[in-house]
């Protein structure tokens, strides 16, 4: 099977022949109560772009992101705001309304290397950019973007451009102490902070016990 015939089959293919239906909108719920707001451009693969990308739903962008510390202000009132929004839109099963995260995005890690110097703190190498998804079809691969994986358990994922890196977001696939670990190497390294925003916390700092010092709203 070659490149492309994987990628329609890892991401699935849209039906030319499916049929049209009339649905209710107000009897859709949500299956997450927040989604970041970024204005993501999409490009369609390479082959060589394609090999190693990973791949994940366009809802999990930024869901846990690495931040700048003075944004700490910033991220506890949307935290906040976001808490009392989830609370009177949850249902038994999903949310009436979504939650969408418009935040500025400065620059996170300065420098044209800076993708090179945080693949570094953890002895690994960039690799291409995600390619995003919706349930039904492949939105394509990010423009500016690019990958690292410090460990089998956890993927950085993110833009950069010629300032440094402009969005730094994480994915755990198991043991959630590899994300403790790339917290406690970037907040050293870089002083980010650690936001889960559907977990609603922050991590700021780690204290001199080696405990991390959590923010909830």
Known sequence: MGWLDRLKSSLGSKSSGAESTRVN????????????????????????SFE?????????WCQ????????LATIQATLARYKSFELA????????????????????????????RVAKLFGAAPTNAPILTTTSRP???????????????VLLYGLADDRGITALGALLYGDNIQLSHAFAVLHSAEGLILVDWRGQLALCGVNSDGSFAIWNP
């Open 139 to 153: 939105l394509g691969q990010v423009e500016g973007g690019f990958s690292i994986m410090p460990s089998p358990d």
């Open 89 to 116: 839109h949850r249902l038994q099963h999903g949310w009436s309304d979504l939650f969408s995260r418009e935040l500025s995005r400065a620059v996170v890690v300065e420098g044209a290397d800076a993708v090179e």
């Open 52 to 60: 190693g990308a990973p791949q994940f739903h366009e809802d999990e």
């Open 64 to 71: 846990i992101e690495f931040l700048r510390r003075d944004a």
């Open 25 to 48: 909108l107000a009897s859709i719920a949500y299956s997450v109560p927040t989604v970041a707001a970024d204005a993501l451009v999409f490009a369609m693969p390479t082959q060589a």
